[in-house]
């Protein structure tokens, strides 16, 4: 399920619905998401005091009412680090299963004393990951194996999609090689930057799937498990809750045949992944409606687009803002796309405030205002007026820049870069004509006009101005080296060595450096890569910048002969020699960077809550602890 984190009695109130519903499937036991009261990062909410206490105090709520035992896990600290402690609830108690010092709950519920959740009911074994999923069969001792760890939704890596990336998760050995049921229990949903894609999943003990839940949607999803010596000998059985038919191909598949989805179906996740995300930061942010600056280029197009598919065309207000150098084209593609979504629009013309403001500020500097200044007025001045227009309707402003633009510092502080919240923020100007398509293509109809598709894209600033003219070279190129030094981690001269040009690259570089103190003052999206700006950690000012000499010597008879997305040296007896060597560079190189990338998003979900629950509370407050949970203050090591 998902939830609104912080929101600890509205999530009550919903943790107590689906047990019921599940009471109704005949379910004995309830297993709730690691992100169901505390959110996919608590951060530093984590290491207060009244946030702890009243998180704990939702968790006896819920204990005292809840119809069915469930786990309910929550982030606490033990003094030192974060840590995922894993809740039982029911008869009015909430056990953490993972306090040494706490032996039993009562006659039906054993507890094992072991940094590993467990517990013993009707017979049935179950052992609660809550770490490092990668745990090693011979360590599993139980009947069921349930994984708890939240992996954030990330368009290059599979394995973030649950039941869908069986064939990359991490899991896939253990089910293979263990001989317990194993499941995967991921929370749905968008908390701020992080998406979660939901796709719970279990499989029985021979490593066949039995119950698959639906990626992005919430859902409940129903299997049993026979206790050890029982007559029945079917093993794990599933019933469902009206699960699309989508889905169904995955029940009754072994884990490893389950196919790595293509890259068409991964464009489709990731659509919907950032569909997901605008719903959940405009509603959770306490908005109905959002606005969307629609200029006739693509970005504000799929931006609408997605706002629309979030929250519904009446929700979703395009504003038209038409200037001095606007064609005729922008407005009637914006009209045209405003139509096919069924969203409401209306028109600003800043030409007026332009003609006005450039003579005020030509006095006032008592010289010409022209160039890049006069260019980038026009940017403001649609800021201000989209800013006005969400003060006088109380909508939420959804900026429509992306990750190319945010990278090489394409955009205007306080125009461009107005907006709550940017979904595009993390994908690359190439993948957002991806995207377009995709969604064209999935529709009754084609949303997004075809001329907003194949026309120049252009900020239309001055006579004849195209992006590419002002960047010095096509999204496609300069896509290619953004990749391959972002989330590659590629140097400026490993760059040039596979095939681009020296002069391409340093510029490319050199932006992006520069660009770091806009990229601090735009407004958040959500995070969809392996290597998002927000994680990057540059320094905003610095004297460093990373340099190519030039392209390394072409070597004769496939000695490191490079060629790289499309770019070929000119030795043709070494081309099949030199594909082949850098493929292989590549092969190894992704393996590697999802392996380091995997490693510290995991690292980060448990380390990011502070120390606050044990060793704070012993001084001052351990009454309040004892209040909470009706058992003994929690211990410090």
């Known amino acids: 399920m998902g939830s609104v984190q912080g929101a600890f009695s509205a999530d009550v ?9 599940a009471v109704r499937q005949g ?10 009261l505390s959110g996919a990062y608590p951060l530093a909410l984590g290491e207060r005091r009244a946030y702890v206490l009243d998180l704990l105090e939702a968790i006896r709520d819920f204990a005292s009412r809840t119809p069915v035992t469930a786990v309910v896990p929550a982030y606490l600290s033990d003094g030192v680090a974060g840590y995922l402690e894993v809740f039982l609830c029911g008869e009015g108690e909430a056990c953490p299963l993972r306090r040494r010092e706490v032996n039993r709950v009562n006659a039906e519920h054993e507890v094992a004393a072991e940094a590993t959740a467990g517990c013993t009911l009707d017979g049935v074994s179950v052992q609660f990951l809550t ?3 990668s745990v090693a069969p011979n360590e599993l001792s139980c009947d069921v194996a349930v994984a708890l760890t939240p992996l954030p939704y990330c368009f290059d890596d599979s394995s973030s999609l649950g039941v869908a990336g069986l064939a990359g998760s991490v899991l896939l050995p253990l089910i293979e090689e263990s001989s317990c049921s194993v499941a995967l229990v991921q929370g749905v949903g968008a908390y701020d930057d992080v998406v979660l894609a939901g796709g719970s999943f279990a499989t029985d003990e021979s490593g066949v799937v039995v119950a698959a839940a639906p990626l992005f949607e919430e859902s409940l999803a129903v299997f049993e498990v026979a206790a050890p010596g029982e007559a029945e000998q079917d093993g794990v059985r599933s ?11 995955y029940v009754g598949l072994p884990a490893s045949a389950v196919p790595t989805p293509t890259y068409d179906d991964s464009l489709g996740y990731l659509y919907r992944a950032l569909t997901v995300a605008v719903r959940d930061y405009v509603r959770k942010a306490g908005f109905s409606d959002a606005l969307v600056g629609l200029s006739g280029g693509i970005d504000s197009s799929l931006v609408a687009s997605l706002a629309v598919d979030a929250l519904g065309p009446e929700h979703v207000m395009g504003v038209l803002m038409p200037g001095p150098y606007s064609s005729g084209h922008s407005v009637d593609d914006a009209l045209d796309l405003a139509s096919r979504l069924e969203m409401r629009t209306r028109t600003v013309s800043v030409t007026g405030l332009y003609e006005a403001a450039c003579p005020l500020l030509a006095d006032a500097l008592g010289a010409p205002f022209e160039g890049v200044a006069r260019e980038n007025i026009q940017a ?6 989209l800013m006005a227009v969400s003060n006088a309707t109380g909508a939420l402003v959804l900026n429509t820049g992306n990750k190319s633009e945010s990278a090489m510092g394409y955009s205007t502080l306080y125009g461009d870069t107005v907006g709550a919240y940017a979904p595009l923020s993390d994908i690359y100007k190439t993948r957002v004509y991806e995207l377009a398509r995709w969604r064209n293509a999935r529709g009754p109809h084609a949303v997004i006009p075809s001329h907003v598709l194949d026309k120049p894209p252009s900020a239309e600033l001055s006579e004849g101005q195209t992006d590419e003219g002002s960047l010095g070279a096509a999204y496609a190129q300069i896509d290619q080296i953004l990749n391959l030094h972002v989330e590659r981690g590629l140097d400026a001269q490993d760059i040039v060595d596979a095939g681009f040009d020296p002069a391409l690259v340093n510029r490319v570089l050199r932006a992006c450096v520069t660009a770091e103190y806009k990229r601090r003052q735009e407004p958040m999206g959500p995070v969809v890569s392996l290597a998002p700006f927000v994680d990057r950690g540059w320094p905003v000012v610095m004297g460093w910048q990373d340099r190519a000499q030039g392209p390394a010597p072409a070597r004769r008879n496939g000695e490191g002969a490079a060629r790289c997305c499309g770019c070929t040296l000119d030795a043709e007896e070494a ?14 190189d992704e393996v590697l960077d999802a392996m380091l990338a995997h490693a510290a998003r995991q690292e980060q979900v448990m380390g990011m809550v502070g120390d606050v629950v044990f060793g704070a509370f012993v001084s001052g407050r351990g009454s309040d602890m004892d209040d909470c949970l009706g058992m003994p203050l929690f211990s410090k090591n």
């Open 131 to 133: 770490g490092d999923t």
């Open 239 to 249: 019933v469902f809750d009206g699960l699309p038919t989508s889905f169904s191909p």
């Open 27 to 36: 379910a004995e036991l309830v297993v709730f998401p690691a992100t169901v």
């Open 380 to 385: 403001r001045l649609r800021g201000t007026v």
């Open 13 to 21: 109130d919903r943790m107590l619905q689906m047990a019921e519903q």
């Open 575 to 588: 081309a099949d020699a030199a594909e082949a060597e850098m493929s292989e560079r590549i092969e190894v």
